[in-house]
């Protein structure tokens, strides 16, 4: 998919035009990252769907290794690999470089709080020992994620996927909650190895002084969609009796943000807006989501660490 780009992208890819196995649609307009993947993965028909970000670089093995774990339960559904950051800027990929060079951990999995902060788990760290086992975690994070169609299938919402209010910024999250919510597993492969050049987000965290730090090099567009999309999927996906339990940790870090936001982020306040316009979608969407779940509140709360 490309989804209006500006640079030389469609030069680039019209290298490949005559490829048999390979469709690239053209997008007259940037439709954002939620409604671009779901446009792809309407055009596919595979039991499993890799969602890739154009600036990750797989090892040649990931999907190979990430499928055989989908073989082994039929209840999971994604599966995420361990990526390392890829540091070479935003060049075109260049076959000479050695990626392996990379030893700081990207990504292993998503990882939510009782506050509802989410993080990438490992993030900023060196690639050690302690990320080289399997495991179960609570989401994919939406850099390099693989899903089984089934369990996409499973947790639309109309003919959404992603949702495309979010546009982009936290629709993966979103979705991992989803599928939560419906008892699908997400496991983390740490054999499927990749390396992304992410933007945003030095590391996983959870001093509030750092916190700041990380915020300031987020770009104003970035500040406005996390914002507003966090509050969105919170509407959508929370249950009640376990936001009641989680309140002395989500509560304090609640007021802090709108604070924040209120007294030093005034750009942002346009997010304001725009998320209670979209409150009244969100809440037919949070009927839907708890009309079909399957996990019990005891289930879901092992997740908020």
């Not at 019209?14 to 469709?23: E, I, T």
């Not at 965290?205 to 996390?226: C, M, N, P, Q, W």
Request: with cysteine; aromatic share 14%; proline share 2%.
């Amino acid at each position: 998919i490309d989804n209006a780009s500006t640079d030389k992208t469609v030069d680039y890819l019209k290298r490949f035009k005559n490829k048999s196995n390979l469709r690239i649609i053209y997008n007259k307009k940037n439709i954002g990252f939620a409604a671009g993947h779901n446009q792809g993965i309407r055009e596919t028909q595979g039991e499993f769907i890799l969602c890739l970000n154009q600036d990750v670089v797989l090892n040649k093995d990931f999907i190979r290794k990430a499928i055989k774990i989908f073989k082994k339960d039929d209840q999971i559904g994604a599966v995420q690999g361990r990526l390392l950051r890829w540091n070479t800027g935003r060049s075109i990929l260049n076959k000479s470089i050695n990626y392996d060079i990379s030893h700081i951990i990207d990504t292993t999995g998503l990882v939510i709080f009782k506050n509802r902060r989410i993080i990438n788990r490992g993030q900023g760290e060196i690639n050690e020992n302690h990320y080289k086992k399997m495991n179960e975690v609570f989401g994919a994070d939406g850099a390099a994620p693989i899903y089984r169609r089934k369990a996409l299938e499973d947790v639309k919402i109309k003919d959404e996927y992603f949702d495309e209010d979010f546009f982009c910024y936290k629709e993966d999250v979103d979705l991992a909650w989803r599928l939560r919510l419906n008892q699908w597993k997400t496991i983390y492969q740490p054999k499927s190895i990749a390396w992304h050049d992410r933007t945003s987000g030095e590391s996983a965290t959870t001093r509030y002084i750092d916190i700041i730090k990380e915020r300031l090099k987020v770009s104003r567009f970035g500040k406005y969609y996390a914002f507003k999309n966090q509050r969105l999927m919170q509407i959508k996906n929370e249950q009640i009796i376990i936001l009641l339990k989680h309140f002395p940790w989500f509560l304090p870090k609640e007021i802090a943000s709108w604070i924040y936001i209120l007294f030093f982020e005034k750009y942002t306040w346009r997010a304001i807006k725009a998320l209670f316009n979209q409150i009244p979608n969100a809440w037919q969407k949070r009927k839907i989501i708890m009309n079909n779940k399957k996990a019990s509140a005891k289930e879901m709360n092992r997740w908020f660490k």
